[in-house]
């Protein structure tokens, strides 16, 4: 008798006729889908139930009383301030570090100044030139040099009548042919040199009594403005380049690094903010913005601080509802809800620290 060989296709049904019967089997032990056994049923009774004194085994510590809750973030008093520069440029010098407290107006970050300091002193230079004219125009010349005028020209007038009389001898010679035509041709020229140069140095006499014109002292003290302006405008373009605390506060964070080329449209060089005061940023659901109010009492819990709440009183509740602030890292938040900022102003400081992540409570009405 001949036998047939098995073909793997039979195989595989077989295989599989026996995997669906144990299922079935496995089913029928367990009992009904819907019916819970008894080991499922006792570990779902096993609730987070929140321990005498406000305490969750799972969680910080859940104020007493009547609140409504959302997530808030801490921040500094009139929040963070991202200080950026006017100009871009390489950065020279960090003045500061994190956790440096700052005056208004101290000076934070250098960025390289060489061209505008030399502009600077280039505009110093032309300044201190256009005063000297200015001075020297407007206070006309001094009395040594009005009298070395006066002087000069008196000289000058009496060269003028020497080469005058000289030259009426020579024309008085040359009638009876003592002098030539050449000698007495010099003659003249002189005494009409020496005369123009006696005119020029008594105009020259007049003007210093006289002093200086109105016009002269006008265009003087308009160079000496102009100068004044471009030294100004040299040193506004220097002190652009050194950035200030716009207020005094706490330097939270440092962005930038010496050597680094800061553009004005990237990331801001530090972050300031005014740490004397701490507040709470909550977002509130907007079903529940019409049980809060201003002067409420708040609390803060956070992860880091489990046994410890932090009390508060709202003073700021925003005009305009929006998106969520904060988000958590639960996949099934909704991020779609429309919320209410709430502020609140917490009684203490420490240990909290901006951008920390807190649950604020509110109490309602």
Request: no cysteine.
């Amino acid at each position: 008798m001949s036998t047939r060989p098995i073909r793997p296709v039979h195989v595989g049904l077989v295989f599989g006729a026996l995997a669906l019967f144990g299922v079935i089997l496995r089913g029928v032990a367990d009992g009904p889908p819907n019916i819970a056994r008894a080991a499922d049923a006792e570990k779902a009774k096993r609730e987070a139930v929140p321990m005498a004194g406000g305490k969750d085994e799972h969680g910080p510590a859940i104020p007493l009383g009547n609140y409504v809750a959302g997530n808030g973030i801490v921040e500094p008093n009139g929040r963070e301030i991202r200080v950026a520069g006017a100009v871009p440029g390489r950065i020279a010098r960090i003045l500061v570090k994190e956790g440096d407290a700052v005056t208004a107006g101290a000076p934070l970050v250098e960025l390289e100044s060489v061209v505008e300091r030399a502009a600077l002193r280039a505009a110093d230079a032309e300044v201190q030139g256009a005063q000297a004219d200015y001075d020297r125009v407007s206070h006309g010349l001094r009395r040594e040099d009005v009298d070395a005028v006066i002087d000069e020209a008196s000289s000058s007038r009496a060269r003028a009548d020497l080469s005058k009389s000289t030259l009426q001898r020579l024309e008085a010679l040359a009638k009876a042919g003592g002098v030539s035509a050449d000698e007495l041709d010099r003659a003249r020229q002189t005494a009409a040199s020496e005369d123009g140069l006696a005119r020029a140095a008594d105009a020259r006499r007049r003007a210093a009594l006289a002093g200086s014109r109105a016009e002269d002292v006008l265009a003087a003290k308009a160079r000496l403005e102009l100068s004044k302006a471009r030294r100004e405008q040299s040193q506004a373009q220097l002190d652009r380049l050194t950035v200030v605390a716009p207020q005094a506060g706490e330097i939270l964070q440092v962005k930038g690094r010496a050597g680094e080329y800061y553009n004005v449209q990237g990331e801001p060089l530090l972050v300031l903010g005014d740490t004397s005061v701490l507040r709470v940023r909550v977002d509130i659901d907007e079903r529940d913005i019409g049980r809060v109010a201003i002067g409420a009492d708040a609390v803060a819990t956070t992860d880091a601080f489990r046994d410890r709440v932090f009390k508060g009183k709202v003073v700021e509740m925003a005009r305009r509802m929006g998106r969520k602030n904060v988000r958590t890292d639960d996949p099934n938040e909704r991020i779609d809800t429309k919320i209410l900022e709430v502020v609140f102003e917490l009684e203490e400081t420490k240990p909290l620290v901006p951008g920390e992540r807190v649950t604020g409570y509110l109490s309602i009405k």
